[in-house]
């Protein structure tokens, strides 16, 4: 029992590169989220999924795109990445509602020169 | 607008000694209040959770409690050791969707041999 996996790691793009941020989680749940963590800033909501087939805009989901694969998969994709998206990226999941306890992933660490 | 408020931003303590986290919110309506930790390079990873009836939940060392009319919660770490050094979130949920967790940056504890 994993968890919530994510990959890669790290990252270094070029500005205007594009990428996929991959997360899977073994835990049956049915909710699913991506955050961006920044240096003196709270985790933010960029996107969620509340259930398989739906996905929905959180805090700032300007410059990214994401999907529920099934179940298990939630990707998030920069298209045109820019230097304001160097972030660590957390992807969660929790059973249901989003008040349910949130498991993290380790998080990928994203550079954008 | 929701907000979630810690302090101190930091605190270096001495092995074995106590300490006491603090968060104040503004977060309508209040549903529950998570205490996370986060080990540095690491997701977060849930502590405690207390709904509005509850004042005080514990987790080994690890001691929360909650007022509900004033709007602050405090963390109370007993007899510290080194693995406690981490960031410790403050978490908010309101009651209503699934984007409503407020986040707060965090307070970082340096626990020093």
């Known amino acids: 029992n994993a968890g919530v996996t994510q990959t890669p790691k790290f990252q270094v793009l070029k500005t205007g590169q594009s990428m996929t941020l991959q997360c899977a989680q073994d835990m049956n749940h049915n909710s699913m989220y991506w955050y961006r963590q920044d240096p003196g800033m709270g985790l933010r909501l960029i996107y969620y999924s509340a259930s398989e087939g739906t996905t929905d805009k959180g805090e700032v989901p300007n410059g990214y795109n994401v999907s529920r694969l099934n179940k298990r998969e939630f990707s998030l994709r920069l298209e045109s990445a820019a230097p304001s998206q160097t972030s660590v990226y957390f992807c969660a999941s929790s059973l249901d509602r989003g008040t349910d306890t949130q498991y993290f992933g380790p998080g990928t660490r994203l550079t954008v020169l | 607008k929701n907000q979630v408020e810690q302090s101190p931003q930091s605190l270096i303590i001495l092995e074995g000694k106590n300490c006491t986290l603090q968060?104040?919110?503004?977060?309508?309506?209040?549903?529950?209040l998570r205490w996370y930790k986060q080990d540095t390079g690491r997701g977060p990873v849930s502590l405690t959770i207390m709904t509005f009836s509850e004042n005080t939940k514990s987790n080994g060392r690890y001691t929360a409690t909650l007022d509900a009319d004033t709007k602050q919660s405090s963390l109370h770490i007993t007899a510290s050791q080194l693995s406690d050094s981490a960031s410790y979130i403050c978490v908010v949920s309101a009651k209503s969707g699934y984007s409503t967790l407020t986040f707060g940056k965090g307070t970082m504890l340096l626990v020093s041999p």
């Open positions: 968060c104040n919110y503004t977060v309508s309506p209040f549903s529950n």
